[in-house]
Structure formats: C-alpha cells, structure tokens
C-alpha cells in the first residue's frame, strides 16, 4: 500500500522529535519537519531521523540533547552483524533494524565522554524479520556504538557549521 | 435504626472521575505506587483475551479478538488470481487495517488514520519478512493461476494495545483459513472443487484426490505484547486511558521459539536501558504461550463444531 511505509517513518519520527525537542520553549508554535529523500541506498529511516536532527540543530530550535540513528542488518546464514548496510545487504538480510539512541555527548573541548555504566539510552527502534534474543541485543548493543560516532561527528558538524555563520 | 448507619460521602465516585478527568497523571501515578492500575489489574497482568473463529459468514475465514475492550475484526478473502509474472510461483497477501470511526472518540470518518496506516505496515511487514505466510504456499499452478488473500482488519474498539489485538485476530483468521481446491483446465477456466464433490471422490478411491480443502501452513505464530514504561515501571497491555500517560511503549513481537520479530519502540520521553529490554522481551514471551494456548484451544473447538 503506498504510502503505508512513509507513514509509518513519518511516526517515528515525530515521536522521536518530539522526545528531543524543548517544545515548552515555543508554545502556540508549529515545528514543521519535512524529509526529503534524494537517494536511497540502505539505511533511510536512520538517515532521515539524523538528517532531521541536525536541520533542527541549524535552525537553532532548543533541543534537550542530540538523537543519533543507526541501521542495522543480519547478514542470513551464519554471516555475521553489518551496521549501516547498504540497499543490497538489506535486501539480503535475515533481519534489519534502525535504531535511535540518545547519547552522551562530549563536553565542549573535554576528551571523549566515556559512557556511564553500560547505559543504553534506547529512544527509538524498529526491527523487521527475524531475530534472535542475543541477536537482536547484540545488534542494539553495536547500534549504540555507532551511535556514538555519529552523534560526536554532528557535534562537530554543528560546532563548525556555527563558526561559518 | 438503619438510618444511623454511616452512608459514603455524597458524589465520592463523582469525585474520582472529576480527579481523573482534571489531574490524569496524579490518578495514575497513585495506583502505579501500590502497584495497581486504575481497572484493578497489577502491572504485569494483561488483560482478559478471547478469540471468536469463524464470526462472519461471508468470509472465508474470519475472527473477533478481544483484549479487555479492545475488538478487532479480521476477515480474509481468497480469490483466485492469474499467477503474477514477476513470482510465477508465488500468491499475493494483502493487508489492511481499518479504524472504523466508532472505535474511539479520536476517530474521524473518511481520511484514513496514521495510526491505521501504521498498524497496516507493521502487520505486512511482519507477515511478510517475519516468514509467516510464505508466498509459495499460495501457489496453485505455477506461471498460471496462484490466490489472492485479502486480510482486512477492523478496529472496532481502540482500547490500547491495538498491534497485540490485531497481529492476534490476523493469525487466528489465517490459522483458521481453507483454501479450497482449485483445479485449471486447459483453456484456462478455474473451477473450485466442490468440497462435497470431492469428499465423495475421495471416499470412493479416485487416484489423485487431493483433499477438498487445505490449511495454510504459517513459518510461525507471531504474538506481540505492548508494554508500557511509566515512572520507571513496566506497564503490561495498556488501556487508551494509560497509553497517553506514558513515558515510552514498547512492542515486542516473538514466535513460538523465543525468536524476535519485532521491536517497536517509538520516541517517548524515557529511553530504554538492556534491563528494560530484557524485561519487556521476558513478558513477550510469556504472554505469547498464554495466548498461543489460546489460540490452539479456540482451532479445536471451531474444528469440533464443524465436524459435528
């Protein structure tokens, strides 16, 4: 059914958004997200929820803290976990998942923010096919690591975004 | 002297549901601190379940769950289809849920619910890359002739937990499906078998009989369990009064191996620590035996009564 996938990321989203965004600051106020997907190749729900993030972070809206989003995907048969897959290593796969966490961020100009007891911080998540339980946490467990890397690498991004401008 | 006897402040039940209506997280928050929920339940009981095969008699098979008050219908049509050229060997499953506008007060007629929309994904997704329903099952000749099954889900009653009442009245349907026998001539004309037709060329010992009808034979039986986190406690199955309240929902949907076939988790105010997870996915699969049981329990009895 068309439409049925896009509504069902669009859902995601604005959940996941509205955890993050200080909506207490801008009462009576209307934050429009729109999601534009250029290119596909694997991976869009998790790229869509960054990208919508970091869009968010330049339109200067408070947020509580950075979401990060990362896919994931079982390779079949006894092949191992492969985080971000690639349109075709999701089509192949046993099970996918995309996941969205809240992590820790770095202090400002501090050394590399060590996680606190084993936290996980799990905002957001949906799998597809089949998963088994050390399976799927191990793939939660990963998710959460990239996650990481890519919430310091948007730290960066936005640090020198608002140095340009 | 009856009259001496104590009568209970005027408007008390009146005054729980004004505090209720006015101040919905306080009501909450004060059952959830003794361990209750405001319907009486503690926090890890789901709600009372029932499944009713065979509800409508215009569909090929059909069934009414009930999850407290939450109803949802399942009706599933089969038709016969010319075998899509892309899968020759493969059927076709379509799903679609529908919230009728009588199932809540949120409801509106006319536009379909993003709600609804999502139920719709998750179900096919789950039907689809989960392995339920193998697409070569509803073969008939390849490259000629394969079913079409149409699965149509009604909201009757949103009452929360509606991907657990629907994935269960989607299976129970399915689980109780026949699809008749269905043999192709030459020049392409389908006829079903009759089913007393062949009831009779069985008995008489006709080479090649094939058995009149036949059940679909699902890879699993998913049954998910929507929990809910509310002040650093876990909520089983929550009602639409509960839902709002909460700081997360987590769906998790297991087949009867304990495997994962789903883990919903949208947003919300707290997120989730391995504990949680852990936690949540141990009440899935508890709860999925219950209603598996259940399920069995409502297969036989509709196989009895049609035998009788």
Not at chain 1, 133 to 146: F, K, P, S
């Amino acid at each position: 059914m068309a439409g049925a996938v896009e509504k069902q990321h669009e859902a995601l989203l604005r959940r996941s958004l509205e955890a993050v965004i200080v909506a207490a600051l801008h009462p009576r106020a209307l934050i429009q997200v729109v999601v534009q997907v250029v290119a596909e190749d694997g991976g869009v729900l998790a790229c869509a929820l960054n990208a919508a993030c970091a869009a968010l972070v330049d339109a200067g809206v408070p947020l509580r803290t950075l979401c990060a989003a990362v896919a994931a995907a079982q390779a079949p048969e006894g092949g191992g976990l492969l985080l971000d897959p690639t349109a075709a290593e999701e089509a192949a796969a046993a099970a996918t998942g995309t996941f969205a966490y809240l992590p820790l961020l770095a202090a400002s100009g501090g050394s590399d923010g060590a996680r606190g007891g084993g936290d996980l911080q799990l905002l957001a998540s949906v799998t597809s096919g089949r998963l088994t339980t050390d399976q799927l946490l191990d793939m939660v467990e990963a998710a959460r690591q990239g996650a990481d890397r890519m919430a310091a690498f948007m730290q960066l991004a936005a640090r020198q975004g608002a140095a340009q401008t | 002297m009856a009259a001496a006897a104590a009568a209970p402040p005027p408007g008390g039940e009146l005054q729980a549901e004004a505090f209720q209506r006015l101040y919905p997280d306080q009501y909450l928050a004060q059952f959830v601190t003794r361990g209750l929920r405001p319907d009486g339940r503690p926090l890890a009981l789901a709600r009372p379940t029932s499944i009713g095969l065979g509800v409508v008699s215009t569909a090929d098979a059909s069934a009414l769950v009930k999850l407290g008050s939450t109803s949802v219908l399942a009706g599933v049509k089969a038709e016969v289809m010319p075998a899509p050229a892309d899968t020759p060997d493969r059927g076709r499953l379509t799903l679609q849920v529908e919230m009728a506008p009588l199932c809540s007060a949120d409801a509106r007629p006319g536009r379909p619910s993003e709600a609804a929309a999502v139920l719709t994904q998750q179900l096919t997704s789950l039907l689809d890359a989960g392995g339920v329903v193998d697409g070569r099952q509803l073969c008939i000749d390849p490259g000629r002739v394969a079913w079409a099954v149409y699965v149509d889900v009604y909201v009757l009653d949103a009452d929360g937990s509606l991907h657990d009442a629907c994935l269960l009245a989607v299976l129970a349907a399915l689980s109780s499906l026949q699809l008749h026998a269905v043999t192709v001539d030459d020049a392409g004309r389908v006829t079903k078998a009759d089913s007393d037709a062949a009831a009779a060329a069985a008995s008489s010992g006709q080479p090649g009989g094939a058995p009149a009808m036949r059940r679909l034979q699902l890879g699993c039986q998913p049954v998910s369990l929507t929990c809910g986190v509310y002040r650093g406690q876990l909520l089983i199955d929550p009602t639409a009064e509960e839902e709002p309240l909460l700081d997360a929902t987590l769906t998790a949907t297991l087949d009867e191996q304990g495997g994962v076939l789903g883990l919903y988790k949208a947003g919300g105010s707290a997120t989730s620590s391995h504990e949680r997870l852990l936690q949540c996915l141990e009440a899935a699969k508890l709860r999925g035996k219950e209603v598996r049981d259940l399920l069995w329990q409502a297969l036989d009895a509709a196989d009895t009564a049609a035998l009788s």
